[in-house]
């Protein structure tokens, strides 16, 4: 999510596949409101290397396979059309299926059942687009699975295709490097090539701070001020209610993001700022799916680079503000003090790093991979009781008194989106 001069509705960059675990942070909700803060995690366990090729072609069985040709139709926003001539020596194919992955080795796949074309003797396969599901430009790495009669299989190679939006061809421009394939619309050129900048900068710290890179090239894809109608497109719904408006999305379904850049948005910010931060929400991804907190905001922060103030002497003052500000109260990420979720949150991590080495984060992260409760992450990294780091932590940021302790408060209903505050008894009181 971004910082910067937005107005609170844009804190709902909210990420797709999160939306998809809205039962459990329903009772990561209850758990957060007992006082714990980001402890549940589900999936990952795994450790990072690097992007992953793609596979060959495979044959299960003796039958010998006439492949003829495949062909791969993606036009956003209609849908996707595959093809294939094959035929077994076997028997009659019985059935044919096409696998694909818009990011490849996060173990999220899509398919489809082929059905035969008796007048062009074809298999074909057809997905039609579901609103919202994807926005253009995506990977598309598909193979086609066939089995015969006898239960030989074949399996074709996996291919590499783009879902384009060809309508709109002439107003995209596009460009790639190692680490990222960026695509922008109705934008300077500037906002491209920052994005690679900005992806190249932070490509080692990226690497270390995580153990290795995504299993996929991410796909940043901008908007412009005037792409209004095209991005609500990609979004799948209206970007604007009431005052405000969804900036972005980030998903590992598809492997990216998208950002609408409004006309105040510079590059450099989008860039260095918001794509760097969208992408540690890809990493965080790779490791675990935690309900979106301080912890998780703060931490996709902490790898921004365009920042409109220094995070420390800004945190201390919020620290000193007298305002209920602990790990055990969490940093909030919404309404008029988000930013203590996200800068004081980003100091957490910097603090971590600045005093344990970029290699904790990575550990941390990888215990979280493994389940463990993101803070108990943190204990056992640092070999120091979570209390005890955060008055570090304090100390570091300038601040001598101990955190505001957290008074018992009766649970109250909530709102996933809306998280009720319980009521705090400053210290001394
Ligand atoms: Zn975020």
Do not use: K
């Given at each position: 999510m971004r910082l910067g001069?937005?107005?609170?509705?844009?804190?709902?960059?909210?990420?797709?596949?999160?939306?998809?675990?809205?039962?459990?942070?329903?009772?990561?909700?209850?758990?957060?409101l007992s006082g714990q803060v980001g402890v549940v995690t589900q999936g990952g366990g795994q450790t990072l290397a690097e992007p992953v090729a793609p596979l060959p072609a495979m044959v299960q069985g003796n039958a010998a396979w006439t492949i003829g040709e495949s062909t791969f139709e993606g036009k956003f926003p209609e849908g996707m059309r595959f093809t294939i001539a094959a035929s077994s020596s076997a028997g009659r194919i019985t059935s044919a299926r096409v696998v694909w992955s818009h990011a490849p080795g996060n173990n999220t796949q899509r398919s489809r059942g082929a059905s035969f074309d008796e007048v062009s003797g074809l298999w074909v396969a057809v997905w039609p687009h579901d609103r919202g599901d994807v926005p253009p430009w995506v990977l598309v790495r598909y193979r086609w699975e066939l089995t015969d009669a006898l239960g030989n299989r074949y399996i074709s190679a996996e291919r590499d295709e783009v879902y384009a939006d060809s309508d709109n061809a002439a107003r995209w421009h596009s460009a790639e490097s190692e680490d990222v394939v960026v695509y922008w619309i109705d934008l300077p050129d500037e906002f491209g090539q920052?994005?690679?900048?900005?992806?190249?900068?932070?490509?080692?710290?990226?690497?270390?701070?995580?153990?290795?890179?995504?299993?996929?090239?991410?796909?940043?894809?901008?908007?412009?001020?005037?792409?209004?109608?095209?991005y609500e497109q990609a979004l799948g719904r209206p970007a604007r209610a009431g005052a405000g408006i969804t900036t972005g999305t980030t998903s590992e379904d598809w492997g990216g993001t998208i950002q609408y850049a409004r006309l105040a948005d510079s590059a450099y910010g989008?860039?260095?700022?918001?794509?760097?931060?969208?992408?540690?929400?890809?990493?965080?991804?790779?490791?675990?799916?935690?309900?979106?907190?301080?912890?998780?905001?703060?931490?996709?922060?902490?790898?921004?680079l365009a920042r409109d103030t220094d995070y420390r002497v800004w945190g201390r003052q919020r620290l000193l503000s007298g305002d209920p500000l602990s790990f055990a109260h969490g940093f909030s990420i919404r309404g008029r003090t988000f930013r203590d979720g996200y800068q004081?949150?980003?100091?957490?991590?910097?603090?971590?790093v600045d005093t344990y080495g970029l290699d904790a984060h990575r550990r941390v992260?990888?215990?979280?991979?493994?389940?463990?409760?993101?803070?108990?992450?943190?204990?056992?990294?640092?070999?120091?009781?979570?209390?005890?780091?955060?008055?570090?932590?304090?100390?570091?940021?300038?601040?001598?008194?101990?955190?505001?302790?957290?008074?018992?408060?009766?649970?109250?209903?909530?709102?996933?989106?809306?998280?009720?505050?319980?009521?705090f008894v400053a210290p001394g009181s």
């Open positions: 001069e937005r107005s609170v509705y844009d804190l709902c960059r909210e990420n797709i596949h999160r939306a998809l675990v809205g039962l459990l942070m329903l009772v990561v909700a209850m758990l957060l920052q994005t690679i900048q900005a992806m190249a900068e932070r490509r080692e710290f990226f690497r270390q701070a995580w153990g290795g890179s995504l299993p996929y090239r991410p796909r940043v894809i901008l908007y412009g001020p005037t792409a209004l109608p095209e989008m860039s260095f700022g918001t794509v760097l931060h969208e992408i540690a929400h890809l990493y965080q991804g790779e490791f675990a799916h935690l309900p979106v907190d301080w912890f998780v905001e703060g931490n996709a922060e902490f790898f921004s004081l949150g980003a100091t957490v991590f910097e603090y971590l992260w990888e215990l979280i991979g493994r389940n463990v409760p993101a803070l108990q992450a943190i204990e056992q990294v640092t070999g120091v009781t979570i209390a005890q780091f955060e008055r570090d932590w304090r100390a570091w940021m300038g601040v001598d008194t101990p955190p505001p302790t957290l008074a018992p408060s009766p649970t109250p209903p909530f709102d996933i989106y809306s998280l009720p505050t319980p009521t």
